[in-house]
């Protein structure tokens, strides 16, 4: 079974359908790309995997969202320890107005656990070792968030997430307002926790898609319309449709 | 709206043309003057070949440069790898034919050892492979690729011929025809070698249109 899988997913804004019928399965310990025209519903199918989508009005779900074979949309589904498990990198990095240290323990406290400071140092040491700010960072860790490079924002708000020990990590345009330079170091911190995280990003960039991918998902009005390996989908699409979007002759 | 990037594609499969069209005619050259005895013929198959190596390297730079700018996916991204691939088979094929040529020299000023029949077949038989190998390139037809693959058991069923007559009626008879029957084993050797570039030009037109890969696997044809 996958980390994640949807089941005749359907959903609604008002009278918009956003998703139709989307099945599909992300495997752990994969980065999986969703690509596909802007309002096509990729960044809608990733809010679904934490349910971001509750705080948009007028949303309505049909089908199944299984995470590790539960699914979540159910009412009695705990939205609070979902989105421990299911963590969310944003498009633009949004730490907390607070230090570096506060930021990564930030979702502990949340989270009521009231751990001793020494514990809460070991996880601020180990979250910035896994983004590979730690070195950059040990000697700042009161210094305000706001402060910090985009580049190191961004990290940051990845170390957040990893604080709090999810098992998936959706990204959605997580390197836009980086600079390649940047874009190719949070490619590579990817990489590395892929082989902890089932990774799962939503981008317009294709060739980071190509890059940093295992799988690939290519939607189009709302439809996933191919789902398959990274290096099959861009070198022999199946679907027409796939081939004219990443071939840059859609529309 | 037709995208700058097609047109320059399109330019890339009329170089690619182009060369298939000077590999067959110094395939046809080379052949039309080892029957004719036509130094002339046989040298413009040496000289030509400059023109062809001058190509080569264009369309390599060519697709090198599609390839960084546009990062190519899919069809067209199958289509440039596979026009490189096709590119240099053409080369190679052309420098056969300048093998040809240059065997041509050595037999020219010599009585013909035998009149040439089968030699001249083999000759059409890669003629008409590199043509419809090409064709199929330039059209994106599989189907006429597969057809073309058909035609290379022949090939070598005409080689064996050949190679039969010159070493058992002609060399193991009388070795003083050695050095001509030498020349022209290796003329068919090289004409069967034509052959199997435009095989692989084939087997690359049907990854390139299909997506799949043929090469070392008769099985899937």
Known sequence: MGKIAT???????????????????FEPNRITAIIGPSGCGKSTLLRVFNRMNDLIEGVKTEGKVLVDGMDILKPEADLVKLRKRVGMVFQRPNPFPLSVYENIVFGEKIHGESLRRDLLDEIVEISLKDVLLWDELKDKLNKPAMRLSLEQKQRLCIARLLAVKPNVLLMDEPCSTL?????????????????????????????????????????????????????????????????DYITGRYG | MERHFDLELQELRKDILRMGAFAEEAIYKSVEALKNKDKCLAKSVIDGDSIVDKLELEIDEKCIDLIARYQPMAKDLRFITTGMKINAELERITDIAVDIAQRTL????????????????????????????????????????????????????????????????????????????????????????????????????????????????????
């Open chain 1, 7 to 25: 089941n005749n997913l359907n959903l609604w804004y008002d009278d918009f359908q956003a998703l139709k019928n989307v099945n599909s399965v």
């Open chain 1, 179 to 243: 600079d390649p330079q940047a874009t190719a170091r949070v490619e590579e911190l990817m990489r590395e926790l892929k082989n902890h995280y089932t990774i799962i990003i939503v981008t317009h960039n294709m060739q980071q898609a190509a890059r940093v991918s295992d799988d690939t998902g290519f939607m189009l009005l709302g439809e996933l319309i191919e789902f398959g390996k990274t290096e099959e989908l861009f070198t022999a699409p199946k679907d027409k449709r796939t081939e």
């Open chain 2, 106 to 221: 050595e037999l020219v000023d010599k009585p013909l050892l035998k009149p040439l029949v089968d030699i001249p077949k083999l000759a059409a038989v890669a003629q008409s492979m590199v043509k419809g190998a090409i064709d199929a390139f330039v059209k994106g037809d599989s189907d006429l690729a597969r057809k073309v693959m058909l035609s290379d058991p022949e090939a070598d069923q005409l080689r064996d011929t050949i190679q039969k007559e010159l070493v058992e009626d002609y060399m193991v008879k009388d070795g003083s025809t050695a050095p001509r029957a030498v020349q022209l084993l290796l003329i068919t050797r090289f004409l069967e070698r034509i052959c199997d570039h435009t095989t692989n030009i084939a087997e690359d037109v049907i990854y390139m249109v299909q997506a799949q890969v043929v090469k070392h696997h008769p099985e899937k044809l």
